[in-house]
């Protein structure tokens, strides 16, 4: 596998179930993210984590919980969904070097979740 | 805060016909820009960037793009389209000020659909 992996690439769950997103990054990056693709809406950054710590939360509920148990890996774990939250949910990483040059970002292919 | 506005959210065009999309961004920092596109059923791909220098960016397939500072634009522009540039355009900003990770700002993006 190379680049940015992605597990499930779709995903159907009702309300009441628990289900986890799963993304794998193969290119030595540190940093990682989950971004919210919705119809007809820009996409909304959620989470960021950077050597394995969250260092942004861009205020999304508490039903979805992130983890990153290394720079390799990056779960969202959902539980008690709404309709509302049925979208394509990207995953990228990045380099941080330092604090002097622009690390591009790189996605995977992302989960197509509908909520029932 | 920043924003990004994508103006057309849908583009249809002829093949071999010119194409532009356009892109405004408000921003009270200096910023990075960048446009990805996203082919069916694919994450994200970085088309081109602008980060300091040339007004003038060129991608490897052709497509161009000019940072305008005075009108705070970044207009995506292809002389003459294909068939296989039938995709989903996102214009993104990022905070310069905030490097290390780039935390980036998309549009709600333009569908280019190229017809024969």
């Known amino acids: 596998e190379t680049g940015v992996t992605q597990t499930p690439r779709h995903l159907v769950m009702g309300m009441t179930n628990k289900k986890s997103l799963k993304c794998e990054q193969h290119?030595?990056?540190?940093?990682m993210y989950w971004y919210k693709q919705s119809a007809k809406k820009p996409l909304e950054l959620m989470f960021v984590?950077?050597?394995?710590?969250?260092?942004e939360n861009n205020s999304v509920p508490s039903r979805f919980s992130p983890e990153c148990p290394n720079s390799s890996h990056l779960f969202l774990h959902l539980h008690t969904l709404q309709p509302e939250d049925s979208a394509l949910y990207l995953c990228?990483?990045?380099?941080?070097?330092?604090?002097?040059?622009?690390?591009?970002?790189?996605f995977g292919p992302g989960t197509r979740l509908t909520v029932l | 805060a920043q924003s990004v506005t994508q103006l057309d959210s849908q583009v249809p065009v002829f093949e071999e016909a010119p194409v532009e999309l356009r892109c405004n961004y408000s921003?009270?920092?200096?910023?990075?820009l960048f446009w990805y596109v996203q082919y069916p059923n694919q994450g994200l791909q970085l088309l081109l960037k602008y980060l300091s220098g040339s007004t003038l960016v060129e991608s490897i397939n052709g497509f161009e793009a000019e940072f305008n500072k005075s009108q705070t634009s970044f207009h995506l522009r292809k002389p003459s389209v294909h068939i296989s540039d039938t995709a989903e355009y996102f214009c993104a900003v990022s905070d310069t000020s905030r490097k290390g990770y780039n935390k980036l700002i998309f549009g709600a993006g333009t569908r280019l659909a190229v017809h024969p």
């Open positions: 290119l030595g990056h540190n940093a």
């Open positions: 984590y950077n050597f394995k710590e969250q260092t």
């Open positions: 921003s009270s920092v200096s910023v990075y």
């Open positions: 990228a990483s990045s380099t941080h070097r330092d604090y002097s040059s622009y690390n591009e970002q790189f």
